[in-house]
């Protein structure tokens, strides 16, 4: 009888044994910087910890069912031990006893073959340790809406989300529940990010950065809320501009990251319409930061979450949904075009949603493609009028600029394509 050799127990053993020595590697320069604070374990017994949960889990794989899970536990009373320990003598900080409960967790995922979850884990947990300085400057940082905003939050996507019908109801296309709040959840939830990045980034970025962040939030509420500041008096004209072209500029991106999320058949036709603009837009707004900037205040949207424009948002989209749905029954493909080119001016993001529809068929990407494409190029002209009606000066010529050279490749693109 031949003894097999463990080929495929080692590579588990030994990435689990690596996942505590990149845990206990952080833990012990942790410990050295902080003047040498005495900790449960250092490098070698972190390695030693996911050596042994990974040793754990070949045992109970290996028909020897009681050893594992005992092994494992005697490992984890360990540590439970320890934090006992520490915490009689006044040390409350856990950090490192869970980092090691952590450890163990992993190197069981690791020795039970699931070496990719328990390397991830391993790996999530070195990186959480490492950036303690930023993570706690981050929440002191945070204020009582913005936590207030997050736990809403997290009660409509876990809560509210999972308990809504499907549908669909009504006639075709009809009316999906769950699908629309989750678009509802989708839009606010970049709303909230632009809301932290802008307020987080400080006044001293100046408009340019507030635009390219709000324009997480609406490039269309960029464009006319500086093409107003922009008549005020000492209103500085080219940061103004600069913030509405980052802004209009991260449309096509937005659109062909979106599109392909929900249909990567859209977005592989999408991807050359849009390649054009996305390219002028950056080469716009590298041209205009190479004119001396101008400081300024720049400040983001007043609600974190703004359900209220996500609902009237998702109501949009139902709307441009039966528009779009009823043009294509009674024109076919240039009827569809130009229902997108409206639904364009008043809203991308409803359209993405609406060509996401049409594109489950086996045509439908192609036609789904151009029609976002011609919705891109028809915002991109409202932001241009809105610039040229509402701005004054400098922000106008600069802006309008820009916004001339986006929609000139938008046309590009949909022509060569």
Same mark, same amino acid.
């Given at each position: 009888m031949t003894a097999s050799l463990p080929f495929e127990e080692l590579p588990r053993l030994l990435v689990a044994a690596l996942g505590g020595l990149a845990v206990g590697v952080e833990r012990e320069w942790s410990a050295r910087a902080a003047g040498g604070i005495k900790r449960f374990a250092?490098?070698?017994?972190?390695?030693?910890?996911? #050596?042994?949960?990974?040793?754990?889990?070949?045992?109970?794989?290996?028909?020897?069912?009681?050893?594992?899970?005992?092994?494992?536990?005697?490992?984890?009373?360990?540590?439970?031990s320890a934090f006992a320990i520490h915490a009689l003598a006044g040390d409350l900080d856990a950090t490192t006893e869970v980092a090691a409960l952590a450890v163990l967790g992993s190197g069981w995922l690791s020795g039970s073959g699931r070496i990719v979850l328990g390397s991830a884990i391993a790996a999530l947990t070195a990186l959480v340790l490492a950036e303690k300085t930023w993570m706690h400057a981050a929440v002191?940082? $945070?204020?009582?809406?913005?936590?207030?905003?997050?736990? =809403?939050?997290?009660?409509? !996507?876990?809560?509210?989300?999972?308990?809504?019908?499907?549908? &669909?109801? *009504?006639?075709?296309? +009809?009316? =999906?529940?769950?699908?629309?709040?989750? #678009?509802?959840?989708?839009?606010?939830?970049?709303?909230?990010? +632009?809301?932290?990045?802008?307020?987080?980034?400080?006044?001293?970025?100046?408009? *340019?950065?507030?635009? @390219?962040?709000?324009?997480?939030?609406?490039?269309?509420?960029?464009?006319?809320?500086?093409?107003?500041?922009?008549?005020?008096?000492?209103?500085?004209?080219?940061?103004? !501009?600069? *913030?509405?072209?980052?802004?209009?500029?991260?449309?096509?991106?937005?659109? !062909?990251?979106?599109?392909?999320?929900?249909?990567?058949?859209? *977005?592989?036709?999408? @991807?050359?319409?849009?390649? @054009? &603009?996305?390219? !002028?837009?950056?080469?716009?707004? @590298?041209? $205009?930061? =190479?004119?001396?900037?101008?400081?300024?205040?720049?400040? +983001?949207?007043?609600?974190? $979450?703004?359900?209220?424009?996500a609902l009237q948002m998702v109501a949009a989209f139902q709307v441009v949904l039966y528009a779009v749905n009823a043009a294509r029954s009674a024109f076919g493909s240039q009827g569809l075009l130009v229902s997108s080119a409206l639904a364009g001016l008043l809203d991308v993001d409803a359209l993405i949603y609406s060509m996401y529809k049409l594109g489950q068929g086996t045509t439908g990407p192609f036609l789904a493609a151009r029609a976002l494409a011609v919705g891109v190029l028809a915002n991109t002209l409202l932001k241009f009028a809105l610039a040229v009606a509402f701005g004054t000066g400098t922000f106008r010529r600069l802006a309008g600029a820009g916004l001339v050279a986006l929609s000139l490749a938008s046309l590009a693109g949909l022509v060569l394509y």
């Open positions: 250092g490098v070698r017994t972190f390695l030693l910890l996911g #050596l042994v949960s990974g040793i754990a889990a070949e045992l109970a794989a290996s028909g020897v069912a009681a050893a594992g899970p005992l092994l494992l536990a005697a490992a984890a009373l360990l540590v439970v002191e940082r $945070l204020r009582s809406e913005e936590i207030a905003a997050g736990a =809403r939050f997290a009660v409509l !996507a876990l809560v509210v989300l999972p308990i809504l019908p499907t549908g &669909p109801f *009504g006639p075709a296309p +009809g009316i =999906r529940p769950q699908e629309l709040w989750a #678009l509802i959840l989708i839009f606010s939830g970049i709303g909230f990010v +632009g809301y932290v990045a802008v307020r987080w980034a400080g006044p001293e970025k100046g408009w *340019g950065l507030a635009g @390219l962040l709000g324009g997480l939030v609406s490039s269309t509420g960029v464009t006319l809320t500086f093409s107003r500041e922009s008549r005020n008096a000492g209103a500085p004209g080219a940061p103004l !501009a600069i *913030g509405v072209v980052a802004a209009c500029s991260l449309v096509p991106f937005r659109v !062909a990251i979106l599109a392909t999320l929900l249909s990567p058949a859209i *977005g592989r036709e999408i @991807l050359p319409l849009l390649s @054009l &603009p996305m390219v !002028a837009g950056l080469a716009a707004i @590298l041209l $205009l930061l =190479r004119r001396p900037a101008e400081s300024a205040s720049a400040s +983001g949207p007043g609600n974190p $979450l703004r359900l209220g424009a």
